[in-house]
């Protein structure tokens, strides 16, 4: 063990650990009573707004049990003729408008008879799903019916009314509830806090939502299965995901209905949360505290073990600390080591040669190995496609030539031309991936490049409904480099983009400069590239499009270490792909 590790291990370990015990038990600890705490007052909440919903819905049907007894009711027997009825119902709704939206007498024929909505009168009797009865009244005396489907929720309370002159019912007395006022109580339960609040339905479905929650996305139908809702009269309290509900992870409170005096409730369970990331936050702050003093306790150890062991083990622990930077990527090695020691002198001197050798020969045995199967097939096709390929075409132009043929067989004849016409083309595509030639590198306006290789492509892009941008902001940049091999670079691209850009979409053509390069990058607003596949994109025969050969993008690769240069994939702006080219600028070629 050596001096250093030996310093370091007692003072850090000494350090170290009183921070980490004592931090971690702080956080533990404060953590927990936080969360109670306020797990507590979302269960707490949740019963309370949930006896607020009971309330008023209980006060509903103790005033339809009410007005059903009311004499005027009778007026349904003679259809209302002198509209006392719809008066009197009409008065009813104005004295608490926030609450009912309508109140309606149907006969006994399902027709509206008297309504506090004239242009009601007369409509058959509002349909929905299905009426449930209310427990606790004779009979099922009062029935209600809760439709979530939509964006206009409705509730709606009805009861028979009974016969004063005779036995039976005459009709039914509907009360139409403003699906507001439920809102308005969840509204008032989040206002002023991070909380959000739930109303759901016995079977667990979400029917009302607090105003956070009723935003355009969030008013598609939602069932919160897996989360746990507790028995009639109870309230609970949890973590769970929210995902359900386009949210993180969050503090829970659950109570169900337990109803209020003669009403028994509809088992309505009652939700409120939170986010974790908001109830932690000072938590949180805590920890990133506590991670202060520790990192600052840390560096202080380091210093002192540091200065003590500087004059003993400093050209070791210079060596040490170059390897394991030369490990993790740093390109530079620092200084010599200042030290008398030859053989220290020595021992860095050869193990920089042998990094930097390392190097080099891994970069050539992968590239060398990308290569191999391309230059070996390249030779095979040339040999054995490019001979029978000639004599294909050949006689298939001979065919053409000869008189008397019908227009079948010079479509047959002409699938033979363009067939070899393909099949060489690939031939030549393995030939150049496999031995490129040489560029000659001359002074090029990389702008004026960029534009002629859109104005080929224009009419493709126009026909496949994608338009073709440019973004050059400055007037001009000169490149060395060889025309017809950027090109190739720019249109191999570009036809990329444009076989995996949908109709309507965009490509876009750019470049800028900084202090030591010339970037130009072509981007799109299609599907991208997935990040695991992006490291495989520039091997050879990897293709993800129907009917490639995978030889487009790794020949755009060669051109552009020819030139000095490097390409990576990464994601648009608009979330497609971005290929992005950097070449050193010419005065650091």
Aim: charged share 20%; net charge neutral; aromatic share 6%.
């Amino acid at each position: 063990m050596t001096t250093r590790r030996l310093l370091l291990r007692l003072l850090l370990g000494m350090l170290f650990g009183t921070v980490v015990v004592v931090g971690g038990l702080s956080f533990h600890e404060f953590r927990g009573a936080l969360q109670n705490e306020i797990a507590g007052n979302l269960q707490f909440g949740a019963s309370t707004v949930m006896e607020r919903i009971d309330t008023f819905l209980s006060a509903r049907v103790e005033n339809l049990r009410v007005w059903r007894s009311v004499e005027v009711m009778q007026d349904i027997r003679v259809d209302d003729v002198d509209k006392r009825l719809s008066h009197f119902l009409s008065d009813l709704r104005a004295r608490q408008a926030e609450i009912y939206r309508a109140l309606l007498c149907t006969g006994a024929d399902g027709r509206v008879i008297a309504s506090s909505d004239p242009a009601l009168i007369g409509q058959p009797a509002p349909r929905t799903v299905v009426w449930r009865a209310l427990p606790g009244g004779a009979g099922g005396d009062v029935q209600i019916a809760v439709d979530t489907d939509g964006d206009d929720h409705r509730a709606l309370l009805r009861t028979r009314i009974p016969n004063a002159f005779g036995s039976g019912d005459i009709g039914y007395l509907y009360v139409w509830l403003d699906w507001r006022a439920i809102q308005g109580l969840l509204d008032e339960a989040a206002r002023d806090t991070t909380r959000d609040v739930l109303l759901l339905d016995a079977d667990g479905s979400v029917i009302a939502r607090s105003r956070a929650l009723r935003g355009a996305a969030a008013n598609r139908a939602v069932r919160l299965d897996g989360w746990t809702l507790p028995p009639a009269g109870q309230a609970t309290s949890y973590q769970h995901d929210g995902r359900a509900l386009g949210l993180g992870n969050l503090l829970v409170g659950a109570a169900t209905s337990a109803g209020y005096q003669q009403f028994a409730g509809l088992g309505w369970h009652l939700v409120m949360v939170e986010p974790t990331a908001v109830s932690f936050r000072p938590v949180w702050r805590l920890f990133w505290t506590l991670l202060g003093v520790l990192s600052l306790t840390v560096l202080a150890g380091i210093w002192i073990s540091t200065r003590l062991a500087d004059r003993i083990a400093r050209p070791v622990v210079a060596l040490t600390g170059f390897a394991r930077g030369f490990r993790q990527g740093e390109s530079q090695p620092p200084p010599m080591p200042a030290t008398t020691i030859t053989e220290v002198v020595e021992l860095h001197r050869a193990y920089v040669e042998m990094i930097e050798a390392l190097e080099r020969s891994r970069e050539q045995i992968v590239r060398a190995g990308k290569l191999a199967v391309v230059g070996e097939m390249a030779a095979i096709m040339a040999h054995e496609v490019r001979t029978p390929m000639g004599i294909l075409r050949s006689s298939a132009q001979l065919l053409q030539r000869e008189a008397g043929l019908g227009a079948r067989e010079h479509e047959l004849v002409g699938f033979i031309l363009s067939e070899t016409e393909r099949l060489n083309r690939l031939v030549t595509m393995l030939l150049e991936c496999a031995r490129p030639s040489p560029p000659e590198f001359r002074p090029h306006d990389l702008h004026a490049i960029i534009e002629g290789v859109l104005g080929l492509l224009a009419s493709r892009a126009g026909s496949a409904g994608v338009s073709l941008r440019k973004d050059l902001p400055e007037p001009a940049i000169v490149l060395d480099c060889d025309r017809e091999q950027i090109m190739q670079v720019l249109l191999n691209l570009v036809l990329n983009a444009l076989s995996f850009v949908p109709h309507g979409g965009t490509i876009v053509v750019s470049t800028h400069r900084d202090e030591d390069s010339v970037w130009v990058s072509v981007a799109d607003n299609g599907p991208g590239v997935p990040v695991e596949l992006r490291e495989r994109i520039f091997d050879p025969f990897f293709s993800r499009r129907e009917g490639g050969i995978g030889l487009g993008l790794t020949i755009v690769q060669q051109i552009v270490h020819v030139h000095g240069g490097e390409i990576s994939v990464g994601e648009s702006a608009w979330g497609g792909a971005a290929f992005n080219i950097r070449f050193p600028s010419p005065q650091n070629r």
